[in-house]
Structure formats: C-alpha cells, structure tokens
C-alpha cells in the first residue's frame, strides 16, 4: 500500500490482491465521512463515521416531493392509521378536516391523502374554533398542535414504513419549510413535533406494535 498526503487529501493506492479486496469493500462507504486515527508516526487507522449528510448532520426539509426514502414523513403521505376510533389515510386528511364543521365532512377529508388532501383542505376557510372530541378548540393554540402531535404519534406508531423514514433520518435536524408557512401550525412547530416522537421512537421501551 503507498500512503501520500497532497493538499490535505490522504492517498491509498493498492499493491497486492488483498488490497484490492479490501479497497473494493471500501467501495460501498464511498461519499462517507471517516475519522482519522492517527496517534503514532507508524501507521493509522481510520473509522466510519457514515454517509456525509448524516455525519455533517445536515439539516432535511420534510415536505411532500422529499427523497422517497423520507417521504412517508410527509402529513401528505398516504400512511393509514387510527386515532380516536377513526381512520384516516394520512395526516394531511386528519388535519384539514379539523376545518370541517360535521362528522360526515371529516370523514370525507379523512380518506384524503397528498396533494388533493392539502387542496381541499386549503378551499375551507379555518374557522376561529372548533369543536373535537366533546371539547371546544382555539386555531392555531397549542391544544390545536396537541391534536396534531397525537395524530402524528398514532401514525409512526402505527405505520411501520412511516415509523423507519423516521428513525432513518438519525440526528438530522428536521425543517418543515414550505413556501407559505401555515398560520394554524407553523412549520418550526411540525418538525419539533417529529424530531421529539424521533427520539421516543428510539426509547428502547417504544417497541413497534
Ligand atoms: N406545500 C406543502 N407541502 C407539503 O409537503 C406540506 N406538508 C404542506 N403543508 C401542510 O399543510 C398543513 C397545514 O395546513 P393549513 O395551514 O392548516 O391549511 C400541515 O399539515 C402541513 O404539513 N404544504
């Protein structure tokens, strides 16, 4: 093996065979961050960090045309689940149909999902209050994020695929930044909302169901 080192950039060049093996092995932590070990003048060693965006830990803007690995997280997504007894095809359907005055009305916007989901709910005006589960709810409040909050941990509880894009973003700061900020839950508060179920999730006593 040759070791050189021009503008601080570490070269390796094979010599042998089981070089060659290892450095094709190495071929799969291409673009990842390692660390230098290097406590002596007579070799070094380095270890895998991971992949440089979760290394850097670099922020991840969570809306609906994400990477698809990360797309369940959307409110948009389509990730059945149950909550308070009713079922709802996304998050997105759960939320806008809080705009609605009726059952019948929610249920309809409970079987929404993606872009229909947002356009529907986005054509009802918010009212001041509304009413959920016996109680009377101000818009925008925090009992109004509560809902969304508990919505959302019956989703990655539930939804397994939804419940792995979550973890898989590590200790990425999560953003929700979209081009107009919503005024009954800004976006600073949605991903807030993912980042603390993130971290329950990873409680060893948070086992999927
Ligand atoms: N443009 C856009 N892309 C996404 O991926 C989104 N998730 C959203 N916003 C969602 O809309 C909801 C708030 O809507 P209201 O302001 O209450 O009408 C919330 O679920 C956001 O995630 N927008």
């Known amino acids: ?38 406590a002596s003048d007579r070799g070094m060693a380095f270890s895998e960090i991971g992949p440089e965006d979760d290394a850097r830990r670099a922020p991840l803007n969570i809306v609906h045309s994400i990477e698809s690995r990360f797309a369940p997280i959307s409110n948009l997504a389509h990730t059945p689940f149950e909550f308070g007894g009713e079922r709802y095809a996304s998050i997105e359907g759960f939320w806008q149909g809080l705009k609605q005055p009726g059952p019948a009305e929610r249920r309809t916007m409970a079987k929404l ?55 898989a973003t590590g200790e990425r700061w999560l953003t929700h930044k979209v081009r107009r900020d919503s005024r009954t839950i800004p976006g600073a508060i949605l991903a807030d909302i993912w980042m603390r179920i993130r971290a329950r999730l990873r409680e060893p006593a948070s086992a999927p169901r």
Request: proline share 3%; with cysteine.
């Open 1 to 38: 093996m040759k070791l050189s080192l021009r503008n601080n950039v570490v070269g390796l060049s094979v010599e042998t065979p089981e070089e060659q093996a290892i450095c094709a092995l190495l071929g799969a932590a291409d673009g990842h961050v390692f660390q230098l070990h290097a």
């Open 113 to 167: 999902w993606g872009a229909e989901a947002k356009r529907r709910g986005g054509a009802i005006d918010q009212p001041a209050e509304f009413a959920y589960d016996g109680a009377t709810i101000a818009a925008g409040c925090p009992e109004h994020w509560a809902l969304m909050r508990a919505a959302c941990e019956a989703k990655f509880t539930q939804h397994d695929e939804a419940r792995i894009a979550l973890l």
